[in-house]
T-cell receptor
């Protein structure tokens, strides 16, 4: 069965620290997609990245980077030089190729960046 | 601006009073979906639609109805709301579910509707 686990419920860091949010997934499909979404205090869900199961290249976008490792079924997210505006709940999600587009979300990691 | 809109953003109602939460997207997306977010339970899919006149149940469809008469709109209907439907609701849309190798394109979410049923 498909499942996404974000073991870190809450993380607190001081501004400018680097922080990594962990995501481990389970799936029997060979074709699947992984996502990260950000939910700031205002409540909306903001798309950050999408990765398909055939592409294990790491991705960097500004201060954000993602490490996808199929061998460990992990899709971790690192914020470099964190800022107060990064404070939010971050969700990792999985979508399998033949599941009608359904996103399976992890429980989320609440990141608090203190000045 | 490309976006998914939901209305209302906040709603307090009473048990049994029918309500509709509207969802509209201006991106010509084929796929639309509804999720609810609850503390401790996370985000769960209620219903989805792959195209006009095509809808299907997600993981938690009980107590909800949907319709997809037009491509841009996907309303969520609660015929007889109950307190256990108090939740934060999100509508989402994506280009299609026929992305690379048959998988889903990125789903973009609306701002959310916070519903309280007394």
């Amino acid at each position: 069965a498909q499942k996404v686990t974000q073991a870190q419920t809450e993380i607190s860091v001081v501004e400018k620290e680097d922080v990594t949010l962990d995501c481990v997934y389970e799936t029997r499909d060979t074709t699947y997609y992984l996502f990260w979404y950000k939910q700031p205090p205002s409540g909306e869900l903001v798309f950050l990245i999408r990765r398909n199961s055939f592409d294990e290249q790491n991705e960097i976008s500004g201060r954000y980077s993602w490490n996808f490792q199929k061998s460990t079924s992990s899709f971790n997210f690192t914020i470099t030089a964190s800022q107060v505006v990064d404070s939010a709940v971050y969700f990792c999600a999985l979508s399998e190729a033949h599941q009608g587009g359904k996103l399976i979300f992890g429980q989320g990691t609440e990141l608090s960046v203190k000045p | 601006e490309a976006q998914v809109t939901q209305n209302p953003r906040y709603l307090i109602t009473v048990t049994g009073k029918k309500l509709t939460v509207t969802c509209s997207q201006n991106m010509n997306h084929e796929y639309m979906s509804w999720y609810r977010q609850d503390p401790g339970l996370g985000l769960r899919q209620i219903y989805y639609s792959m195209n006009v006149e095509v809808t299907d149940k997600g993981d938690v469809p009980e107590g909800y109805k949907v319709s997809r008469k037009e491509k841009r709109n996907f309303p969520l209907i609660l015929e007889s709301p109950s307190p256990n439907q108090t939740s934060l609701y999100f509508c989402a849309s994506s280009l299609s579910t026929k992305g690379l190798a048959g998988g889903t394109d990125t789903q973009y979410f609306g701002p959310g509707t916070r519903l309280t049923v007394l």
